[in-house]
Nanobody, 115 residues
Framework: QVQLVESGGGLVQPGGSLRLSCVAS????????AGWYRQAPGKQRELVAT???????NYADSVKGRFTISRDNAKNTVYLQMDSLKPEDTADYYC?????????WGQGTQVTVSS
């Protein structure tokens, strides 16, 4: 069982930035694809960004050009740099990791964008 622990959420004003981190409890994290999803109140969970084990990235259209996903395999960590935040980015953000059919989720970290 792999544990994923997110951090970095909080309250930020529109136009501000936050960086989310997700630390995985596995020494073979480099083999995993990873990603960030979010769920706003009353809405379904949606994909934000993914990064493959080789470093290829994919983004939702709504965050392209504003968010950047990256990983540091030496630290078993995946990051989400969020810039130019908008009120509509307010949601609980969840880290996800996947490898050979195994799927793991973090507990979520709350991001609120408000003035």
């Amino acid at each position: 069982q792999v544990q994923l622990v997110e951090s970095g959420g909080g309250l930020v004003q529109p136009g501000g930035s936050l960086r989310l981190s997700c630390v995985a409890s596995t020494s073979i994290f480099s083999r995993y694809a990873a990603g960030w999803y979010r769920q706003a109140p009353g809405k379904q969970r949606e994909l934000v960004a993914t990064i493959s084990n080789s470093g290829s990235t994919n983004y939702a259209d709504s965050v392209k050009g504003r968010f950047t996903i990256s990983r540091d395999n030496a630290k078993n960590t995946v990051y989400l740099q969020m810039d130019s935040l908008k009120p509509e980015d307010t949601a609980d953000y969840y880290c996800h990791a996947r490898w050979i059919g195994l799927n793991y989720w973090g507990q979520g970290t709350q991001v609120t964008v408000s003035s």
